[in-house]
């Protein structure tokens, strides 16, 4: 499908309401000044690339977006993995999306400030450009020499009914309180078998589930394990278990295209985080919820991709 129509779509420039109250260290306003900039002029150099290519596309902040993504060919995003987040819930399966990685973050900079604050920009696991390349793997895709990813999504459904948001991290099930402790059970069944799956019973944090493009953010800090970008499983964590009586691999494992998980809230108060803040739903007492990895994939264009075109010239 040729692409004519782009939407690019722009993490805010956000202003720092507290760069002048005292107490606040020069050095890092400093650093959060030189974040600005180079956000700008990364927005700059976008737009400037684009006004030359033979496409018509339109600005919009991420902050603006409320409608699903339409009548578009492809999604640019200019920000980091949270800006390509954000869009993921407002793109199906039918329009691609490539992230610029606006401020990725600089070593010397991290090595220089370490023993001041944590001075790490955007990581862009997810974006396949940065202001450098921009140009080149735009052209790529322009004219055909790549095609996007096809990388999972996550499907909930709360009481029988589907969500309509799809995770493209992760799913945490928790209180709304972080201190507290939460009653659940859980088991994985296979869709197409009628034996009865084995239920593991849990007081702990909270239950985390997360897609192969998730298990390097919330969950491999938690002590998951990374997956192949392009695994259709998902990977589930309980966290925190207390006096957990069941086997590791009940409570720390992965589940198969063909299988789901049922989850049963025993707790008063309960929330479904979907991809951090994102989006969330509440959940009470004797509420069911349904995980699984039957939802609509998410076209992204990932870095490989134009590693592979590299290597071939």
């Known amino acids: 499908m040729a692409i004519r129509k782009l939407l690019l779509l722009l993490k805010p420039i956000d202003p720092y309401p507290f760069a002048q109250t005292e107490g ?96 790490s920009r955007s990581t862009g696991h997810l974006c396949a450009a940065t202001v450098e390349n921009f140009e080149q793997v735009l052209d790529d895709i322009l004219f055909g020499r790549v095609v996007p990813s096809k990388v999972s999504r996550i499907s ?36 197409d078998e009628d034996t009865s799956p084995k239920t593991v019973n849990c007081r702990s944090s909270g239950l985390r589930v997360c897609t192969a493009a998730g298990s390097t953010a919330a969950m491999l800090s938690a002590g998951g394990f990374v997956m192949p970008m392009l695994s259709p499983d998902l990977q589930f964590m309980v966290r925190e278990p207390i006096s957990p009586g069941s086997t590791v691999t009940q409570i720390h494992s992965a589940f198969k295209p063909d299988q789901s998980m049922d989850v049963n809230w025993f707790s008063d108060h309960g929330t479904i985080y979907i991809d951090g803040c994102q989006v969330n739903y509440n959940v009470q007492l004797g509420d069911t919820i349904e995980i699984s990895s039957d939802a609509p994939v998410l076209n992204v264009f990932l870095s490989q991709g134009f590693t592979q075109i590299r290597s071939r010239c």
Not at 69 to 94: E, K, N, P, Y
Request: glycine share 4%; with cysteine.
């Open 24 to 119: 606040v260290y020069p050095q890092v306003l400093q650093y959060l000044e030189s974040r600005c900039k180079v956000h700008r002029d990364a927005i700059t150099i976008c737009q400037e690339i684009l006004s030359k290519k033979p496409v018509e596309w339109r600005p919009i902040s991420r902050n603006d977006l409320s409608h699903p993504i339409r009548d578009v060919d492809m999604v640019i995003t200019v920000g980091g993995d949270g800006t390509l987040l954000h869009a993921s819930h407002f793109i199906d399966d039918s329009v691609p999306v490539l992230g610029v990685n606006s401020d990725p973050t600089q070593a010397h900079e991290v090595e220089e400030l370490s023993d001041q604050f944590d001075a």
């Open 156 to 191: 909930v459904k709360l009481n029988s009914e589907p969500l309509l948001s799809h995770a493209l991290n992760d799913v945490l099930i928790a209180h709304p309180c972080p201190a507290a402790v939460s009653k659940f059970s859980f088991k994985i069944k296979n869709n």
